[in-house]
């Protein structure tokens, strides 16, 4: 389809999918799940296989991740010519999967590993497993040509994040719609929270100086500083003290810090900041998707709103394997546990 006759298709079908999405209240139904079987029938049309439990669990989320992919990629094909960036938020599943072939490797395995299949989208070389060189040559990472060593390990897997991100903002910040500037600010927001969730965790659990988290933080321009648009609050919450809530309460983000009490000991913690963030992003996709209809923000969306239902869906697979509290998994999926027992 030309880009008219798609934007619109799309936005109608993305309305209606994001309506169903296992997301916020409706994620609680994943919650209410008695059992895997029926946390599968909940997600899929097709019958529950009859495999242990614990392959169970596996099933479910390479099913959803399976069936999410194959959504994405028969909506992006609607577009004659789709803009690159709807393509690169793919690649996130290619860098997943250097990932765990490179590990596999290293634990000198014989067989490849389960990957996600990207179709017509897909530049690895599978076949060629298991020469590491072969399959990465013709994709965007032919620089990860050997299994790394336990020394190199990080340092390559980082490279890797920072690559994709960097080519994400490449191609965001050139965006050929009316809908350029919301996601530029969207991903913006996005990683600039997800470097200072990062900076701090290495800051409060790691107790990593200054100078060494900086060198773990993703950015755009050619170091990370404070003038970087990904890496601006994670660099200014270097210097503040952990434990003093004077250094925190004007922070930009000082709404969704752990309740302070006078006269008690606090701490900053990141966990609670990354559950308030967390919860608020449905909202805020749903706001952008419907802000720019009929053009790639849909589909942009429309992946954003199935990276969190995922996240439930796995949240939701966990609890049930490990006989956890549910109220715990759906607080770590940014769902209020109130809801639990009362979702629909």
Same mark, same amino acid.
């Not at 990276?307 to 998994?329: D, F, P």
């Given at each position: ?23 916020? #209240? ?20 097709? *019958? ?33 010519? *789709? ?5 690169? /938020? ?32 897909? /530049? ?5 497993? *298991? ?18 060593? *336990? ?9 890797? !994040? ?26 913006? @927001? ?9 900076? /701090? ?10 100078? @060494? ?33 004077? !250094? ?60 969190? #239902? ?35």
């Amino acid at each position: 389809m030309d880009y008219s006759g798609a934007s619109a298709y799309i936005y109608a079908k993305v309305c209606s999918l994001v309506s169903k999405a296992y997301v916020g #209240e409706n994620a609680v139904r994943l919650f209410n799940a008695k059992s895997l079987s029926e946390l599968w029938d909940v997600l899929f049309s097709v *019958p529950c296989p009859q495999v242990p439990e614990q392959i169970l669990a596996n099933k479910i989320e390479n099913q959803a991740v399976d069936t999410f992919i194959s959504d994405y990629t028969a909506l992006l094909q609607l577009y004659s010519k *789709p803009d690159p960036f709807l393509v690169e /938020l793919l690649r996130r599943y290619e860098v997943t999967n250097i990932k765990v072939m490179s590990a596999a490797l290293s634990l000198g395995e014989q067989e490849i590993p389960r990957t996600v299949n990207l179709g017509k989208y897909e /530049l690895l070389n599978y076949s060629a497993w *298991p020469d590491m060189k072969k399959i990465t040559e013709n994709s965007n990472f032919p620089w990860y040509d050997h299994v790394p060593t *336990p020394e190199e390990r990080q340092q390559m897997d980082y490279r890797l !994040d920072l690559q994709e991100i960097r080519t994400l903002w490449k191609y965001v910040i050139k965006v050929s719609d009316s809908s350029r500037n919301a996601l530029v600010g969207y991903f913006t @927001e996005d990683y600039r929270i997800k470097n200072m969730l990062w900076a /701090l965790r290495l800051k409060i659990y790691y107790q990593m100086p200054n100078d @060494e988290i900086v060198k773990n933080l993703f950015y755009i321009s050619d170091e990370p500083s404070i003038d970087d648009p990904l890496c601006s609050s994670a660099v200014e919450i270097l210097d503040k003290a952990p434990d003093n809530y004077s !250094d925190w309460k004007k922070w930009r983000y000082a709404s969704y810090l752990n309740p302070y009490e006078e006269g008690h000991l606090w701490s900053v913690d990141p966990m609670w900041i990354e559950q308030k963030l967390r919860i608020g992003e449905v909202k805020k996709i749903k706001k952008l998707l419907h802000q720019n209809p009929l053009t790639y923000a849909s589909l942009v969306m429309y992946f954003r709103i199935k990276l969190q #239902e995922l996240n439930s869906i796995r949240a939701a697979t966990e609890a049930l394997r490990l006989n956890a509290e549910k109220s715990e998994a759906m607080y770590v999926a940014g769902i209020s546990a109130s809801m639990l027992n009362g979702g629909q």
